[in-house]
């Protein structure tokens, strides 16, 4: 089976970020026996059968070769908006970047993979930066939330409010560069030569739309691995407060959508904290319309491990059985697998 590094080394080159991740395809390439029309209408993501990018392929490949010799300019560019349906009641917009901005973006993603990788695979508490490919599809991910979860007595689930669309891009070298750093120096490169990996990040993802920092891309691959790699450093504060303020609490993202386990009421309002403080911190909004305690049966309403030792006591219990010497043949204690 393919290591997560092997996985993101394949995402990351120019052939699918261009062929399948312009238009974010990439998830139409393992549905076995399904038509293109039999996943119509039931898609996060463009209709393939909307466009023809071959000759876009061929465009930004040999744009590729060009820019291994050639230092091109970043510049303002004007992205077109789209829009596809969400639910009965409302569409969802989408944004593509000018051809030129995204080769240009996907050009400094390939060029700092390395580091792409090591951000992305160290985050343990996200599921959704495995983008859906296999072996991490969704009964997989499904498994490895449970693993961070269970056991907790409560759970308490939030997200952000229009994540993508109002996500703030200066945000991104705050997030990847420390914020105090990141508003000192705003330069892409700094006064020894080395990369400000989050600057340059902004300068791009803006110069993908007109110069607005008001929200980023939404509708290529790009740009959800640049969201991931971001989040992993909100992941990382998350666990170092808890650490240092609140611990036995665990928890789960999938982009946005976080959900903590806990034990104790008193819990919950040191969760709140933590979350309002980094939250305001990156002027990120959470989204109080959907904030609110769920139990472990609604997290895995469709997971085969529903209602899986979803209290703490039975798991204390499965604990001690499990470390027990030998377990009598008549127990009455049913350990389901």
């Given amino acids: 089976m393919q290591s997560i590094e092997d996985i993101y080394n394949e995402m990351l080159s120019w052939n699918n970020l261009i062929s399948y991740g312009y238009l974010d395809f990439q998830e139409y390439n393992d549905h076995g026996s399904l038509t293109m ?39 303002n560019t004007t992205p077109i908006l789209f829009t596809i349906p969400k ?17 240009l973006l996907v050009s400094q993603l390939i060029a700092h993979k390395d580091r792409i990788i090591k951000d992305l695979a160290k985050d343990k508490e996200s599921t959704s930066n495995f983008f859906g490919r296999s072996p991490y599809k969704y009964e997989n991910s499904k498994n490895i939330q449970n693993k961070l979860l269970i056991g907790h007595k409560f759970y308490y689930k939030t997200d952000f409010s229009n994540f993508f669309h109002s996500f ?10 420390e914020k105090s750093n990141a508003k000192i120096d705003h330069n ?8 400000n990996w989050g600057n340059l990040l902004d300068h791009l993802i803006r110069s993908e739309q007109s110069g607005e920092t008001h929200g980023v891309p939404t509708g290529t691959l790009a740009t959800r691995i640049i969201m991931e790699e971001c989040m992993s450093y909100f992941d990382q504060e998350i666990k170092n407060n808890l650490q240092s303020n609140c611990t036995g609490i665990t928890f789960h993202r999938y982009v946005d959508d976080i959900i903590f386990g806990f034990d104790h009421n008193e819990q919950l309002a040191a969760i709140k904290k933590i979350l309002a403080n980094i939250t305001q911190k990156y002027e990120i ?27 703490l006591s039975q798991k204390i219990e499965v604990n001690k059985i499990l470390n027990s010497n030998s377990i009598s043949n008549s127990s009455n204690v049913i350990l389901y697998r």
């Fill in 87 to 103: 639910n009965d009641k409302t569409r969802r917009p989408l944004k593509f970047p000018n051809l030129y901005s995204y080769c």
């Fill in 188 to 195: 892409d490169i700094d006064k020894n030569g080395n990369c």
């Fill in 168 to 177: 703030y891009t200066h945000a991104i070298a705050w997030l990847i560069d």
């Fill in 37 to 75: 029309d039999d996943i119509y209408g039931h898609t996060d993501v463009i209709y393939p059968n909307y466009f023809d990018i071959s000759e876009i392929t061929k465009l930004a490949i040999n744009f590729s070769y060009s820019t291994r010799n050639k230092n091109y300019q970043i510049a």
């Fill in 285 to 311: 909004t959470l989204n109080d319309k959907k904030t609110k305690l769920v139990t472990f049966d609604e997290i895995n309403r469709n997971s085969n491990l529903k209602g899986f030792f979803y209290d």
